[in-house]
């Protein structure tokens, strides 16, 4: 049997207070790390405190927009100071739109890849820099070039999605497939950057999981949409955001990441196999 002892990690997952993400946080919780959640709308404190009781451990929360890099920089200083090292880096935060491409705007367009694409990399970037005592801002060349082969044993994953290898229907989500489809390969690229510091980046594609949008789906015809999901998923029902968690928390320990890198492990009920 495979146990898996955090107690002594630190972890940041963003949007760790809901859907997937709180699964995440639970089964990082669970066993033993102590994680930071961020959030942008919701202010998660009371729920923090509630699982940091529930689970023995400290349970920080910083909100923050995830796309804005200067945020992103400011919140890595903040808790390196306030909490200290963060060994482990998860970026679970993203935001979907269903709509016809010929329909959307260039700031919905903009606002999708922002979320989805960019803020996953300005965290994983600002996280890496601050690892390697780089300035959160770099200028040119900088040191990269100076710095040896090192051992940071850190890892990072980025919570992607089976839209990116698929083109998901019946909804029209061509901006939410391309930037899942993009952060699976800045994963697979950064991982290939950033080993011979000692850092694994690597990537879960989640397919349809019961989380709040398939408990309550929107009117109209996305209530429609919930059976169709369902009844395309060959093990004929949708994931637990804990199964999620589970496998993240696995992915996160040594029994599977200290050799694995630029891994997209895809978890998704059989769907991607047609």
């Known amino acids: 049997m495979i146990s898996i002892d955090f ?35 919701t202010d998660p404190t009371e729920l923090a405190q509630t699982l940091g009781a529930k689970y023995g451990v400290k349970i ?18 903040r808790i390196s100071k306030e909490i200290g090292e963060v060994d482990f880096v998860i970026a679970n935060a993203g935001v979907s739109l269903w709509r016809d491409t010929i329909d959307m705007t260039d700031e919905e367009l903009e606002h999708i890849m922002k979320i ?6 300005y965290l994983a970037r600002a996280f890496t820099r601050h690892w390697l005592g780089l300035p959160a801002t770099v200028q040119s060349d900088h040191q990269v070039g100076k710095l040896d082969t090192i ?12 839209s990116g290898i698929v083109n998901m229907t019946p909804q029209r989500q061509m901006a939410y497939n391309a930037s899942k489809g993009g952060l699976t390969m800045a994963a697979r690229s950064l991982a290939g950057e950033w080993a011979r510091y000692g850092i694994t980046v690597n990537t879960i594609s989640p397919g349809y999981v019961s989380t709040d949008m398939i408990a309550n ?58």
């Open 7 to 41: 107690r002594s990690k630190t972890a940041i997952v963003t949007g760790g207070g809901r859907g997937i993400g709180l699964g995440i946080t639970e089964a990082l919780a669970g066993a033993g790390a102590n994680v930071i959640i961020t959030y942008t709308s």
């Open 60 to 77: 920080h929360v910083y909100r923050c927009r995830a796309e804005d890099s200067t945020q992103v920089n400011e919140m890595v200083e």
């Open 116 to 121: 989805n694409l960019f803020a996953p990399v």
């Open 151 to 162: 051992n940071l044993k850190k890892k990072i994953l980025f919570v992607s999605s089976i």
């Open 217 to 274: 789906p929107p009117s109209g015809e996305a209530s429609a949409w919930v059976q169709t999901w369902k009844s395309m998923t060959p093990v004929d029902r949708f994931a637990k955001a804990s199964e999620e968690g589970q496998m993240v928390a696995l992915m996160m320990s040594d029994h599977a990441s200290t050799f694995m890198t630029g891994h997209d492990l895809v978890m998704d009920g059989g769907y991607t196999t047609y």
